[in-house]
């Protein structure tokens, strides 16, 4: 990296500012820990999501998190890596994982702000329903290798039928 390109680093605003607003316009709630910790809960079709928002000045990046509200058995971690595996290589955005030792499935994605005047309100918006979207979207998969006892790939394809028509 070039000297004139490190001299001239730009921090953005706090895109938590924003967040914020769009949390509590959501009546979402929501604890705001500090100027660079915010967790949420947001409702889905299949459970409640915990959304954990992280904010670094420094580096001028949002680490966001959002967290099944699902715990993996030990014994059933191998075949959910499989699954993970497989969700992740139909995003554009973000990635799947387990955390903790608990084995909570989420959704993660990072937004790098450097030489920006910060995130606008329709990129965060758009950030939090990719989320929700894509955690709504595989739910019904994770769900089969946990607790259906299907593989990995017909779980996959299970839960990707798009059905057509009106019963």
Not at 23 to 50: K, L, Q
Not at 92 to 103: R, V
Not at 122 to 131: G, K, N, R, T
Request: glycine share 8%.
């Amino acid at each position: 990296m070039s000297a004139s390109l490190t001299t001239s680093f730009d921090n953005a605003a706090n895109p938590l500012d924003m967040m914020e607003q769009i949390v509590a316009a959501n009546d979402w709630e929501f604890d705001r820990r500090s100027d660079s910790e915010m967790a949420a809960e947001a409702p889905g079709h299949w459970c409640d999501y915990g959304l954990f928002f992280n904010w670094s000045h420094e580096i001028s990046v949002m680490h966001f998190t959002c967290a099944f509200d699902l715990k993996v058995p030990e014994k059933q971690r191998l075949p959910l890596f499989e699954l993970l595996a497989l969700a992740n290589e139909k995003l554009w955005l973000g990635h799947f994982g387990l955390e903790g030792d608990e084995g909570t499935p989420v959704f993660r994605h990072a937004v790098l702000l450097r030489g920006t005047n910060g995130a606008s309100a329709e990129s965060l918006e758009d950030l939090v329903d990719i989320a929700l979207t894509e955690c709504e979207r595989f739910f019904p998969a994770f769900q089969f290798v946990l607790w259906g006892g299907k593989s990995p790939a017909d779980a996959m394809a299970g839960a990707m039928l798009d059905c057509v028509g009106e019963a």
